[in-house]
């Protein structure tokens, strides 16, 4: 058993290593390094972005929660889609109409370019990095769990980190586009396989299947025999805390989606932004079916397998391996792997390129120099370059880390991040004729430091451990949590707004008012969007 | 415009330029007037509405979890069904808006067309 999933690991490479060499043999040119030529069509941009959005922590994570917390995990999974609504609405086409490579070129428009772009620019590389280390350590110890250990979790790090770099750098957008492409096709078919497996597991009967979910036998922490209705909600959100918690996800997710920098860019790969509107309708076909289909990766593995088995078996992030394990055998279980390793691979090569993507352009070119490149080509190469820092800081990172690193509250704080300083500043800039850059600048500012301070005081970082808790695994802060929830959204975003209207009128900047006029007509109209093509 | 047919030729992009007072022009021409308010009519009520029914699932599943356990179908009970009707809803959001986004697309090709012709001398 444990060759084939490291052989169908290895296919999966030299799949995505064909793609970039094949990618990095195309046009070269700004245009083709950070948007793929803008040529990319809607329905492959939305698989793209579904490639990019769904992570490990969707498939293997939730799947998870709901083996062991039965309703309480599908509830959390509806905001992954719904989120989808505000950027179809709101986000999408101003975007690709009015920028160029990043959500920085949609606020420099009206506002004062260097300081707001520094600004944002540093918010993408938080949110970017944040979320890549997340990843990161679940990738290690999940490559670790599913080769079962013929590859050490410091290896597995390298590798990853490793594949990132070649694809970025080589590949650029177009290769990037690509692998997610692969791996969201991966990712549906075993997931509707597994579904299948599941259904047939029961006779194809709902009624048998939801039957099963109603009596969930397990063993609870005392040892004792319980039957549990997986049905039954308040298993994982409990009072007196446990409902706010997940309104504020909700928040995060709505507001966040839409402010997640690897998402944005990738409205720019595509030629105008009906296109854009539609790939973003391909991506909420693809996401809401997995999503549903959630349903039976974690209550079959609750049912067919059961929490005790899961338990001794890996643990909660195995379910959906050990799931397909149990119903089709060993070389199901080292496809499934294979998909969670393309899973993880996928989206942290869209994490690379957005934060290459935002140090190069609106960093380096824009806010140290002004708006001119020095020599053709720098642009690229620059991003080239942040790619291998970027590359190896995480790396880095995760090594120091370890596996039992608590990290889960990273992308908890990624998406606080992008709801409360990216959103804001994007939504007001848009909509909103008195915005300035104090506005913008002060909004960026209170609200990644509103995310990264509630984070700090929530009970993710801040608990008392019993002393069997060591290392990294241990709470950063060894004292009662001052903030009650895990997420901060429900305070950290309306913060961020708050931020950025104070900021706004405190400050006067007619300049930013007489140019809304024109960011009005090209976000609504497309008048002199960026054009498909080489260059 | 000039620029776009060169564009599509791979020649280096121009973005388009235009004064200030082409800008004010625009936005205060009728046309564009009547995008914004057909754009505005749909996407504001669509928005508050997918934000209530997004937001009813946790409250009435976290403050009033017996009667959202009130089972409907046989075992299945009303918050699977409602956290189910989430996913739809969304899909339905979504087509509605790509309909009502035709009409979006029509008025500015109007506005466009216009601008570029006034651009390009014809």
Do not use: C
């Not at chain 1, 860019?265 to 509107?277: L, M, S």
């Not at chain 1, 050990?322 to 060993?330: K, V, Y």
């Not at chain 2, 415009?1 to 973005?15: E, F, I, S, T, W």
Request: aromatic share 12%; charged share 10%; proline share 4%.
């Amino acid at each position: 058993m444990s060759n084939i999933p490291l052989i169908m690991f290895l296919m999966f490479i030299a799949i995505t290593l064909g793609i970039t060499y094949w990618a990095s043999r195309r046009s070269s040119g700004a245009n083709a390094y950070f948007a793929a030529s803008r040529q990319i069509k809607g329905w492959q941009n939305g698989i793209a972005v579904a490639g990019d959005y769904m992570s490990a922590a969707s498939f293997l994570g939730i799947a998870g929660i709901i083996a062991f917390q039965g309703y309480d995990g599908f509830m959390f999974s509806v905001g992954w889609l719904v989120a989808y609504l505000t950027v179809l609405l709101v986000i999408a086409e101003p975007l690709r109409n009015a920028g160029k490579y990043t959500m920085a070129d949609v606020l420099a428009y009206r506002l004062k370019p260097r300081p707001v772009r520094a600004m944002a620019s540093l918010s993408t590389l938080t949110v970017s990095t944040f979320y890549m280390i997340a990843q990161m350590v679940g990738a290690g110890a999940l490559v670790k769990l599913l080769l079962g250990g013929s590859v050490t979790y410091n290896k597995a790090v390298i590798g990853v980190g490793i594949l990132m770099i070649v694809y970025v750098v080589f590949g650029g957008m177009l290769a990037t586009t690509w692998v997610q492409i692969v791996k969201a096709i991966l990712l549906m078919a075993g997931t509707f396989l597994l579904s299948i497996l599941v259904m047939a597991h029961f006779h194809f009967s709902f009624s048998e299947f939801f039957g099963a979910i109603a009596h969930v036998t397990y063993h609870d922490a005392k040892g004792a025999v319980v039957v549990k209705d997986f049905l039954q909600p308040g298993l994982r959100y409990k009072p007196p805390y446990g409902p706010l918690d997940l309104i504020s996800l909700g928040l995060a997710l709505i507001f966040g989606t839409a402010g997640l920098p690897h998402i944005l860019v990738r409205f720019y790969t595509v030629p105008d932004a009906k296109t854009a509107r539609h790939s973003v309708v391909w991506a909420m076909v693809l996401i809401g079916s997995f999503y549903i289909m959630t349903t039976f990766l974690g209550f079959g593995a609750a049912t067919i397998m059961g929490p005790d088995f899961i338990k001794t078996h890996g643990g909660t992030n195995m379910s959906a391996p050990l799931l397909a394990n149990a119903l089709a055998g060993s070389v199901f279980f080292a496809f499934i792997s294979a998909i969670a390793f393309a899973t993880i691979l996928a989206v942290v090569a869209g994490l690379t390129i957005s934060a290459t993507t935002s140090f190069s352009h609106d960093f380096w070119t824009n806010v140290l120099h002004n708006g001119v490149e020095r020599k053709p080509g720098e642009e690229v190469m620059v991003a080239r370059i942040s790619a291998f820092v970027v590359g190896g800081v995480a790396i880095a990172i995760a090594i120091v880390l370890g596996p039992t690193a608590n990290v889960a509250f990273l992308v908890a704080l990624a998406f606080a991040v992008a709801a409360s300083a990216n959103l804001p500043v994007i939504v007001l800039s848009i909509f909103w004729r008195r915005f300035n850059t104090m506005g913008a600048v002060s909004g960026l500012a209170v609200g990644l430091l509103a995310s990264i301070g509630l984070i700090l005081i929530s009970p993710s970082l801040m608990a008392i451990d019993p002393p069997t808790v060591v290392g990294t695994a241990r709470h950063l802060i060894q004292a009662k949590a001052w903030f009650p929830l895990e997420n901060p959204g429900i305070l950290s975003i309306p913060l961020g707004f708050l931020g950025a209207i104070l900021g706004t009128l405190i400050s006067h900047e007619p300049s930013s008012q007489h140019k809304f006029n024109e960011l009005l007509v090209r976000s609504n109209t497309g008048l002199g969007a960026e054009k498909a093509g080489a260059q | 415009m000039a620029n776009a047919a060169k564009d599509l030729q791979g020649v280096q992009p121009k973005q388009y330029q235009a004064s200030q007072s082409t800008w004010d022009e625009i936005a205060e021409s009728k046309p564009f007037q009547d995008l914004m308010a057909t754009k505005r009519i749909f996407i504001v009520p669509a928005f508050i509405f997918f934000v209530i029914y997004y937001f009813a699932l946790p409250v009435l599943v976290g403050y009033a979890p017996q009667f959202m356990s009130t089972k409907v179908i046989g075992e299945v009970n009303l918050a699977y069904l409602f956290a189910l009707s989430q996913f739809f809803v969304a899909w339905i959001i979504a087509g509605l808006y790509v309909r009502a986004a035709n009409d979006f697309d029509r008025l500015a090709k109007d506005i466009l067309d216009k601008a570029e012709d006034a651009k390009g001398g014809k």
